[in-house]
């Protein structure tokens, strides 16, 4: 039960709408009018701006608006709107052929978008969703990853305008991103925050079973249904559902999740009637959805319904600056606080590509907490589990307090060089001879790049550096 402070307890509201088509409008007042509201209507955006202009437009709690109207679009209002710092809230309708102006109009301000034409169960959950909007506790700002910015500033820039909105979200980017962390910030900074949150990992969904587990069914529907089974969606109502690859899902999984966008409506297995649903969608994959649209893999309609709000989550390697910040983070939580990453180990992260996003960087701290013994978590620990073996650079070197070779050799002899395991006295070397010999050949051979002559080696680069820093190889003389 929600709070008596919130709308649908006052005893009426009052609902603008904007629409050229007397028989849409008629229908929108209708569906107002059976929710209590009191009806303002206009017909273009001249004597829209006009009723907005009049003292009785402070009482309006919803504004419906059409985006193509006869002296002007609906957008231009909108953004006039935001421009004089209004706080009404506006859900546009468009219809089939205006989709692509719907991310403008969610950039410029509003916070639902209906595709005509809506059933009147459709009308009226956007509405109620635009009224409880006001009330609800969302002007707290997304919480920041490790200094984020460029293309993750932007990220959590729309993230924010995205929490304020009931729209449907379609998040994209590699996998291992962090894009669940995201959707899970949207929601706790929107009105949603404190209901359920549902994630389906819809690539993990047995084809089979995927229509039970996301809609649910009733007992006896199929073969072992013994009892009745609610599926995410219900799991989710009041709530968020996160549908993680929604690219996976087979085509009549997405015929109705189509209609539960559209209708807010869904039909369990063996359903003798639909069931409503107050659940907002929140999707994210790694494909690219307009080419499997054009390949005829998805929906295109459903394209168009989940991609009216979409936020690309960039890579790691194009947020080199949050790097450290999240190892920092992953070496306190799996250490209790106890291990630091040294100014040596942050550099060899920070310039590591990471093809395996955060999800990567997290397993490698996490093995370089378990490997590390002591308080710091050095070169040594992440030459185990760090992703950029082929990029030691000068920084690797001289964090072991020694160079592998002598200065005038810093870029190391040609390929062939060579040495003989005869000492100039014309005795033979000792074991220790020819290992130094031997790994500073390697070194040498592979332009300084200790991991790359450590497999050449046979050895682990733990051992390697450890053999550097004891002082045992000096380098080819």
């Known amino acids: 039960m929600r709070p008596k402070s919130e709308p649908e307890k006052a005893a009426a509201f009052t609902l603008f709408v904007v629409d050229d088509d007397p028989i849409q409008r008629r229908l929108v007042s209708a569906v107002a009018e059976r929710m209590g509201a009191r009806v303002v209507e206009a017909g273009s955006v001249g004597e829209a701006w006009q009723r907005l202009g009049e003292p009785a437009a402070a009482g309006f709690a919803v504004l419906v608006l059409d985006l193509l109207l006869p002296d002007g679009h609906g957008l231009d209002l909108l953004r006039r709107l935001q421009a004089a710092g209004s706080g009404l809230p506006v859900v546009v309708q468009t219809a089939r052929a205006g989709l692509d102006t719907v991310v403008e109009a969610m950039r410029a301000g509003a916070c639902d978008f209906l595709v005509k034409p809506a059933s009147p169960a459709r009308i009226a959950a956007a509405i109620e969703a635009a009224r409880v909007l006001p009330f609800a506790e969302a002007s707290t700002a997304l919480p920041a990853r490790p200094r984020a910015s460029g293309a993750m500033g932007e990220a959590l820039h729309l993230a924010e305008r995205a929490a304020r909105s009931a729209i449907p979200v379609l998040l994209f980017g590699e996998t291992g991103t962090g894009k669940e962390w995201l959707a899970r910030r949207i929601v706790e900074a929107g009105p949603r925050a404190g209901r359920p949150f549902v994630a389906v990992n819809c690539g993990a969904l047995p084809r089979e079973l995927a229509e039970s587990l996301l809609f649910g ?157 002591g308080e710091r978590l050095d070169l040594a620990a992440f030459g185990a589990a760090g992703p950029g073996e082929e990029r030691e650079d000068e920084d690797d070197v001289a964090a072991l307090g020694r160079s592998p070779l002598p200065p005038s050799e810093a870029n190391g002899p040609a390929p062939g060089y060579r040495f003989s395991p005869v000492a100039a006295d014309g005795r033979p070397m000792t074991l220790a001879e020819v290992e130094r010999e031997t790994i500073a050949a390697a070194i040498a051979l592979h332009d300084g790049r200790l991991s790359a002559a450590a497999r050449h080696l046979g050895i682990g680069r733990t051992t390697l550096y450890r053999k550097l820093r004891d002082g045992r190889i000096d380098g080819p003389d």
Do not use: C
């Open 217 to 373: 069914h009733e007992r006896g529907a199929f073969t072992g249904a013994t009892q009745r089974q609610p599926g995410r969606f219900m799991e989710a109502d009041g709530g968020t559902l996160f549908l993680d690859e929604v690219g996976d899902l087979a085509p009549e999984v997405q015929v109705k999740l189509l209609r539960a966008l559209q209708e807010g409506e869904i039909d369990p297995v063996g359903a003798a009637q639909p069931v409503r649903t107050d659940v907002r969608i929140i999707a994210a994959t790694h494909r690219d959805l307009e080419r499997e649209v054009a390949e005829g893999r998805f929906r295109e309609d459903l394209f168009y319904r989940l991609h009216v709000f979409p936020i690309r989550v960039p890579p790691l390697k194009d947020r080199r600056g949050e790097i450290a910040g999240l190892a920092e983070v992953f070496a306190a939580r799996f250490s209790a606080g106890a291990k630091r990453l040294t100014p040596a180990a942050r550099r060899h992260l920070e310039a590591a590509d990471w093809p395996g996003n955060i999800r990567q960087l997290e397993n490698s701290v996490h093995r370089a907490v378990v490997l590390s013994e």
